[in-house]
Structures are given as structure tokens and as C-alpha cells.
Nanobody, 125 residues
Framework: QVQLVESGGGLVQAGGSLRLSCAAS????????MGWFRQAPGKERECVAA????????YYPDSVKGRFAISRNNARNTLYLQMNSLKAEDAAVYYC??????????????????WGQGTQVTVSS
């Protein structure tokens, strides 16, 4: 069983930056594709970034491309999401997700097997 714990959320002004972290337990992190999702009130959970096991392949939707960056440190079992130029519409609960698959950038909810509890990101305008 893999446990994921997010941190780094908080309140930030529009235009500001935040870095989210996701600490993973277990020895499978380095062999797992990972992703970040977000869910705003009344909206569906959506993928904002995905990365394969080695970090050689990443995915971003157009809504965050050029502003968000996903990365991972397999030696530290940690996933990151650097968020820059934050907008009011980026406010949501952000979730870390892990997959049993390795060499893929997975953008769908069903593609992930493990989920963190989420961390709130609030953007003030």
C-alpha cells in the first residue's frame, strides 16, 4: 500500500507562486507514474500535471502550461508541483496521485491507484 501526503498549500495573491509537495511512503514510488489533480467547488476533478517514473515525460493541460511544473525526486520519494503566476481560477483542493504503471503520463482519474488527502490552494485577487 502506498500512502501519499500533500503539503505546501495555502493562501497566495494572484500572480504569486506556491510549491506543493507530495511525500510517498513505500518502495514503489520510483516505479510509479504520478500526477497532480485539482478540484474546485462544484467542478470535476481535473489533471493539471502528470509525470512518468523517470521524469523524462510530462503533461500539462493548456490551462496551466507555462505556469506549472511537475517534478520528482525518486531518492526522496517526493513529487512536486511548482505553480507560478497563479490566477483566481487556480484556487482548488490539489491532490497527488500515484499509479501502478510506470512509463506513462496519465491524465485520467481511473488511471491512478493511490490518492492523497488533498491540500487547499486559495488565490486572492
Amino acid at each position: 500500500q502506498v500512502q501519499l501526503v500533500e503539503s505546501g498549500g495555502g493562501l497566495v495573491q494572484a500572480g504569486g507562486s506556491l510549491r506543493l509537495s507530495c511525500a510517498a511512503s513505500g518502495r514503489t514510488f520510483s516505479r510509479s507514474a504520478m500526477g497532480w489533480f485539482r478540484q474546485a467547488p462544484g467542478k470535476e476533478r481535473e489533471c493539471v500535471a502528470a509525470i512518468n517514473w523517470s521524469g523524462s515525460s510530462t503533461y500539462y493541460p493548456d490551462s496551466v502550461k507555462g505556469r506549472f511544473a511537475i517534478s520528482r525526486n525518486n531518492a526522496r520519494n517526493t513529487l512536486y508541483l511548482q505553480m507560478n503566476s497563479l490566477k483566481a481560477e487556480d484556487a482548488a483542493v490539489y491532490y497527488c496521485a500515484g499509479s501502478r504503471k510506470a512509463d506513462a503520463t496519465i491524465t485520467t482519474l481511473i488511471g491512478y491507484d493511490y490518492w492523497g488527502q488533498g491540500t487547499q490552494v486559495t488565490v486572492s485577487s
